[in-house]
């Protein structure tokens, strides 16, 4: 069971439609959650109290501090929002969450927890359980602290997301888009999936040669797993979470 850790949804009237020049940008036009990401995050502080799960003071002033800055949440209070997240799953009685981390400390938008032998009704609890830590403690800094390393103008698709930032670090050319990558990301998964059995990790490279540049550039991944994409990133490098004592 994979639980995904998803960049909030658009909400509202938040998302606004940008008139952008197809020479700058991944398209002609794109929807963009806010205008800014101090906007972003008043506007998610605005709308707490009426959350499933509202945020905890530690994460609302992590966030108040964001806001004062300019947007920026810094590493340290990245970090910090994470180590609660953690403290809350190991008060209620899981081990200590792990995902792999990339480049500037991001972590990966994906958790990978193992479980063998274990009920539906324990992995649903586990699902309940994990929403609720991250929602009360880390999802807002989390999607801020991403936002700020890949996705500054806040578009709401991913592959919009992505290729604009493939496009400032110069990973592609100024004619690259979004359909471009999302063509590309087409085939690569395609190839993945069919020698998943004989070389899981894309060991041959057949898979990432389907992306017109390196997938593995640190520039390249950090446009990935900053918009929550961690397609050919994960490796060998990371067994996987077991949340169960």
């Known amino acids: 069971m994979l639980i995904l850790l998803a960049p909030l949804a658009a909400c509202g009237d938040t998302q606004q439609e940008a008139a952008i020049d197809p020479g700058s940008q991944p398209s002609a ?32 002033e992590i966030l108040r501090r964001a806001v004062e800055n300019g947007g920026t949440i810094s590493k340290a209070d990245y970090d910090r929002a994470w180590s609660n997240y953690q403290q809350c799953m190991v008060n209620k009685g899981y081990t200590t969450p792990q995902v792999p981390v990339y480049e500037n400390g991001l972590r990966s938008a994906h958790m990978y927890p193992i479980d063998t032998g274990r009920t539906e009704a324990e992995m649903d609890k586990l699902a309940h359980d994990d929403s609720q830590c991250r929602s009360q403690e880390y999802l807002i800094v989390d ?24 496009r400032r670090e110069k990973l592609v050319p100024a004619s690259y888009t979004a359909r471009q990558f999302e063509e590309e990301q087409a085939a690569y998964r395609e190839v993945s999936a069919r020698n998943f059995t004989t070389d899981r990790y894309d060991e041959t490279g057949e898979a990432a040669s389907k992306f017109s540049f390196d997938i593995h550039d640190p520039k390249s ?22 949340p169960f004592k």
Not at 151 to 162: G, K, R, T
């Open 29 to 60: 036009t794109a929807i963009k959650i806010a205008a800014s990401i101090p906007e972003r995050i008043e506007y998610l502080l605005s709308i707490d109290d009426n959350a499933t799960y509202p945020m905890s003071e530690a994460q609302k």
């Open 143 to 166: 999607e801020s602290y991403r936002d700020a390393i890949g996705n500054p103008d806040l578009y709401a698709e991913q592959s919009v997301a992505i290729t604009d930032c493939l």
């Open 221 to 242: 991944v950090t446009c990935f797993v900053s918009n929550g994409n961690d397609t050919g990133q994960l490796g060998e490098q990371f067994t996987g979470w077991q």
